[in-house]
Every structure is written in C-alpha cells, then in structure tokens.
C-alpha cells in the first residue's frame, strides 16, 4: 500500500463522509502517479459528445484508475482541459480540470484521443454544434453526423505514458497563451463527472495495489455504463486496434445472424414439403377407399374371377397328378366318344 506525507483535508473529508473529488487540488503525496494504461477508446454514442480521457486520482490511500468516457459540454462553446499530476517541493500535487471556451496547460500529459500533451485536436465547435475529428476519434459516422477529418494534429506525436509533469516526468512549461487560458472563467467538473469518479473510487479492482497498474475498466461509454473496453497491446494504435476488434465483431455477428436466418427460413419450408407430401398420400389413401367402396360390383366380380382362376388352377393340378391308367382311360374314352359321334346314325 502506497505511503505518503500528508494529504490536506482527506481527515476532514472523511468525516463529513465526503470522497475526494476530481476539484481536490490540496492532494501532495510523495509517491509519483502510475504510467497511463493503453487501451481503445468506446464509440461515440451520438452527436454534442466529447471525449474526457481517463486519469489516475487519488484516494484515501492509494491511486485508483478514472475511466476514460463520454460527456456532453454543460455549455455550447466549452472544451475539457485535463487535469494532471504535477511534482513540486518534492510532492506531487492534482491540479484539477476544467471546461472553458479555450483549452488550457494540462502539464504536456499525453493523454491520446486528440490530448497529444499541448492543446486539442479531437473536435471544435462551429455555429452552436461540436464536431467530431474522426481521425483520432472513434466515430460510427452513421450515427454522428457531425464529423471533420484533420490528420495534421496526430503528426510527430510521441507516445508516452508517464502520467505527471515535472523532475522525473514531462518536462513542459506552460506558454504564455496557456497561462493567459488559465486565468479565464472557467467552470467546474459536472456533477456527472464526480458520479463517474465516485463510481471508480468505490470499485476495488481500480485500485492501483489490486491491479497494478492495469485497471479492469480502462473506458466506458457513458456514465454509469458497464461495458469494459479492453487493452490494445502498441500505445500507438488505440484507434486501429479498436477499428480492428470492431470489424471482426461485426463481421461475427453478421454471419452468425444470416445463418440463423438461413435455418429459420429453411425450417418451416421444409415441414411443409412435409405435411404437403403426408397430405397428398392421405388424399390418394382416401380417393382409393373411396372408388372401392362406390364400385361393390366391381370388387364382387373380381372376386369371381379370382375364384374361378383358382379352382380351375386346382383342376390342372389334379389332372397332372392323376397316375398313367387314369389319363390312358381318360384319354380312350374321350376317343371312343368321338368314333360314335361320327357314325352315322
């Protein structure tokens, strides 16, 4: 279990029955923050969403892992800038985020999804709506409608994962420009965001001593969902990996359903080449009963004929088995009838 110095107003928290909330930027601890995990951004699940990344926060004793999702801006015009950990006076301390109509220093943390570390190049805001950059973001256009395509911001992007800026870190300063985005108005994490990290911060498996460093439940899709999204293995290719597992479910499911709607359609023809087959010889069965039973002369005539086929049958029968005399005798009286038959009388 991590061990730390102080942690300013955690004691009070505590017992008022508060959590630490993504605004507690009096967290100073001396253990640097875990690197940042990989893993594959959810789709966007419709239009006026943005991306806010997942970060490591800090609860009473130890790191647990934010997942990444998607919020709606509780402003037309407003961007996210992200928090991030910052080392100073040998203590590192959360310098919380916020929404604003520009983005802001978020300590040169490389965040991914367009938070490459200096500025934003996930989307922009024109004429009232948020579009999507489908280049860095992972958009089903059929479902958001609006969309751009910018490559220029993925360009000579450096993959780091350190999670904190300063000795030891992320070496960046923020810019003049930066600095004056800093002194704007600025507003706070939505109630939805501190239900999401409330939610991270009451699951166990998100704790850094239980996962070490690989969290169970790196993004999501919306507040309060629970799907999973699952690691990618190169830091470089969130949004191909993503695309990739994508297709083969589709493809999946797209085969799984023609087959079954293949043995769906197959089935009920077949039983009825079935019953249509048992049907017919049930009526050819009847038809036959039926012509028997109208036609009695018929069948009492080719009894007759039968019997009379099988006695005659049984006479021939009777004459080869007679012995010799019999048939001589036969035969010379049949001849002796015919000599006086032709005398004349």
Same mark, same amino acid.
């Given at each position: 279990?991590? +061990? ?7 004691? #009070?928290?505590? #017992? ?6 993504? /605004? ?15 893993? &594959?951004?959810? #789709? ?6 943005? *991306? ?5 926060? $800090? %609860?009473?004793?130890? $790191? ?5 999702? @998607? ?8 961007? *996210?800038?992200?928090?991030? *950990? ?12 916020? @929404? ?20 934003? %190049? ?64 600025? #507003? ?8 999401? &990290? =409330?939610?991270?911060? !009451? ?5 850094? /001593? ?13 507040? %309060? ?12 290719? =969130? ?14 499911? +797209?085969? !799984?359903?023609?087959?079954? =709607? ?41 009894? +007759?004929?039968?019997?009379? /086929? ?22 010379? %009286? ?12």
């Amino acid at each position: 279990m991590l +061990k730390f110095i102080r942690v300013r107003f955690i004691l #009070l928290a505590i #017992l008022l029955g508060m959590t630490p909330s993504l /605004s507690s930027a009096d967290i100073s601890i001396t253990i640097a923050p875990p690197p940042l995990p990989v893993y &594959e951004q959810p #789709l966007c699940p419709g239009d006026g969403y943005m *991306w806010v990344p997942g970060y490591w926060a $800090y %609860g009473v004793d130890d $790191y647990y892992w934010v997942p990444g999702v @998607w919020i709606i801006a509780p402003q037309p015009g407003y961007l *996210w800038t992200p928090g991030y *950990w910052g080392f100073e006076g040998g203590h590192y301390g959360w310098h919380a985020g916020y @929404w604003g109509l520009h983005i802001g220093f978020y300590g040169g943390v490389n965040y991914g999804f367009g938070y490459f570390g200096s500025g934003f %190049g996930g989307g922009r805001w024109e004429g009232g709506r948020f579009l999507c950059n489908t280049a860095v973001w992972h958009v089903n256009t059929t479902v958001v409608h609006n969309t751009y395509v910018d490559r220029t911001v993925i360009n000579n992007v450096t993959v780091n994962r350190v999670s904190f800026n300063g000795a030891g870190g992320i070496e960046a300063r923020p810019t003049t420009e930066e600095e004056a985005i800093g002194r704007e108005q600025h #507003l706070e994490a939505t109630q939805e965001q501190r239900t999401h &990290e =409330e939610t991270a911060i !009451r699951d166990n498996n998100q704790r850094f /001593s239980v996962n070490k460093g690989n969290p169970p439940k790196t993004a999501v899709t919306k507040v %309060g969902a629970h799907e999973e999204v699952n690691q990618a293995t190169n830091p470089g290719e =969130e949004r191909k990996e993503a695309t990739k597992e994508t297709t083969k479910e589709e493809t999946t499911t +797209k085969e !799984r359903t023609t087959k079954e =709607e293949t043995t769906r359609a197959n089935e009920p023809a077949v039983k009825r080449g079935e019953e249509t087959t048992k049907e017919k010889e049930r009526t050819t069965r009847e038809e036959v009963k039926s012509k028997e039973a109208a036609t009695p002369e018929k069948r009492e005539e080719r009894s +007759k004929a039968e019997g009379q /086929s099988k006695a005659e049958a049984q006479k021939e029968h009777q004459e080869a088995n007679k012995p010799p005399e019999e048939k001589g005798k036969g035969e010379k %009286g049949k001849g002796e009838k015919k000599e006086k038959d032709k005398k004349p009388e």
